[in-house]
């Protein structure tokens, strides 16, 4: 039978694992890696790091299911959006990848809005230009690594690398490329106008494709550096949110879910990518075909939750690696132990700045209200009660555009938390089902792998045979505590952002 893989390249690591097509995931591995950030609003990395990882998790992932190579038939492969990996004519790197949290292309940004900041909604899906975006990332090298910016041959994001490893083929598709105010949703294809204004050629840009196609068999270097067989055909998947909805089942309108992993994404599909006419949601284009997601991101969710744990908790995870436990679960059963609103602290969790539902790219990361009684299971609880409040008021702008939120699918890493499904449950006074697998971006790149090579005859009936519900989570007695806290929160969000603008800009 022909097994399939998924492989999704986060902010903080590149997962891969094994399915059968009769619903089985046989394994699952994962290699973390560590961003590099010189100074506050700097987020960088090697790409060959991408690479190395990628290797590591595919190897892992095939000896812990104890499968033949010969017998996986197609590779999935999706990851973070607007991370930007310059090459030169041989396809090496010129420069260290700037991963989508870097913020050190304000004043581009501000450049950019003062050209395009009318038609850049109705192009793009992009509400506002902030940093993050790729457009931004290349004017930044133009003008302050002129030297490296001269010698690019192609600019790709990390789906297209890992693609071009193992294909040699520089291709992508709009799901993936959709946010880097570069494509134009609509058409599909690159905005002119926009690579006009950042100096570049659509030459320099990958081939696009659309998503969920197979571009090809591995090279024979990539398959001995893999562990594969020739065979295995390669699938764009595209965004990690847009596959992550197929994992969740979310491909059709009406179903909304939420992924926690690195950054908290929404995800929530439509028909008409102008739904929303006040033009403050996030679009994307999703990996289903002729559908699109209103996505509104925080970009360090669960990243605040591992900062937490790498800064203040390593006792505990030298005790869970002798143990063979999980250092997020010491650190939850620390924070069940307070109560909800955490006796008062509230986090801000805005580490690389905010973009949903206001984008704020001077936005710090704030705990407020602490005092001598507090201790460390107050900050865990308040940094997952500060994610959970960030959930409510995204979803609360996705009511307000008109989309009914009648209940919620959670999936990523945040989902094997019965605390903090909790606490969203409680928090946006919503029902909350949770799926099998919360792997759900590979889950979905799986999917999408066996409809581009025909075990599946549609996305619908992938998602039949592999997408499975596993609870649902209602809200319990403490959503009406919750509503003070969360009011609180909302005001001191208010309150401080005056004050990161004037003391964090560029």
Request: contains cysteine.
């Amino acid at each position: 039978m022909p097994l399939l893989m998924g492989i999704d390249a986060g902010t903080t690591s590149v997962k891969a694992a094994l399915f059968s097509p009769d619903h089985q995931m046989l394994a699952v591995a994962r290699q973390e890696y560590t961003l590099d950030s010189p100074s506050p609003e700097r987020a960088q990395l090697d790409p060959e790091i991408y690479w190395r990882a990628c290797t590591q998790a595919v190897r892992q992932v095939i000896t812990r299911a104890a499968a033949n190579p010969q017998d996986i038939a197609a590779l999935g492969v999706s990851s973070q959006g607007e991370t930007t990996i310059p090459l030169d004519r041989l396809g090496k790197p010129l420069y260290p990848a700037i991963v989508w949290l870097d913020n050190r292309a304000v004043s581009q940004a501000i450049s950019l809005a003062a050209q395009f900041g009318q038609e850049l909604y109705d192009r793009t899906g992009i509400p506002e230009i902030i940093p993050t975006w790729t457009a931004c990332k290349i004017l930044w090298l133009k003008e302050n690594e002129p030297q490296v910016f001269a010698a690019v041959q192609k600019y790709m994001l990390v789906q297209d690398y890992l693609v071009f490893r193992m294909t040699g083929q520089a291709v992508t598709d709009g799901s993936i490329s959709c946010t880097t105010a570069l494509y134009d949703i609509r058409r599909h294809a690159w905005w002119p106008e926009m690579l006009a204004a950042v100096g570049i050629q659509a030459s320099q840009l990958c081939d696009i494709v659309p998503p969920g196609t197979s571009v090809g068999t591995l090279s024979a270097e990539a398959a001995r550096t893999l562990g594969l067989g020739r065979q295995v055909q390669i699938v764009c998947g595209g965004m990690d949110q847009a596959t992550g909805a197929i994992g969740a089942g979310n491909t059709t309108p009406g179903v909304i879910s939420e992924t926690t992993g690195a950054a908290l994404v929404i995800q929530a599909t439509i028909d008409d990518p102008g739904m929303d006419q006040r033009k403050i949601i996030p679009v994307y284009c999703h990996s289903v075909p002729d559908k699109y997601l209103l996505a509104p991101v925080c970009p360090t969710a669960g990243m605040a939750l591992k900062w937490l744990r790498d800064t203040f908790f390593q006792a505990e995870m030298k005790i869970a690696e002798r143990e063979g436990w999980d250092a997020y679960d010491l650190m939850t059963t620390l924070a069940a132990e307070i109560p909800p609103g955490s006796d008062g602290l509230i986090m801000l969790p805005h580490l690389m700045g905010a973009f949903s539902p206001v984008p704020n790219p001077q936005a710090r990361g704030v705990f407020a209200g602490f005092s001598l009684s507090h201790g460390r299971g107050h900050f865990v609880r308040a940094v997952l009660e500060g994610i959970a409040y960030l959930l409510r008021q995204n979803l609360e702008t996705i009511a307000n555009a008109g989309m009914p939120v009648l209940g919620l699918c959670s999936t990523g890493g945040g989902a094997r938390s019965p605390l903090w499904n909790q606490i969203k449950a409680d928090v946006c006074k919503l029902p909350l089902a949770t799926v099998e697998n919360e792997e759900a971006a590979l889950l979905g790149d799986a999917i999408l792998a066996g409809v581009a090579t025909g075990i599946y005859k549609s996305i619908d009936e992938g998602c039949k045979a592999l997408v499975h519900f596993s609870g649902n989570i209602l809200p319990g007695d403490q959503s009406g505590f919750y509503e003070a806290a969360y009011r609180s929160f909302c005001d001191l969000d208010e309150t401080l952002t005056p004050y990161f603008q004037r003391n964090y800009a560029a």
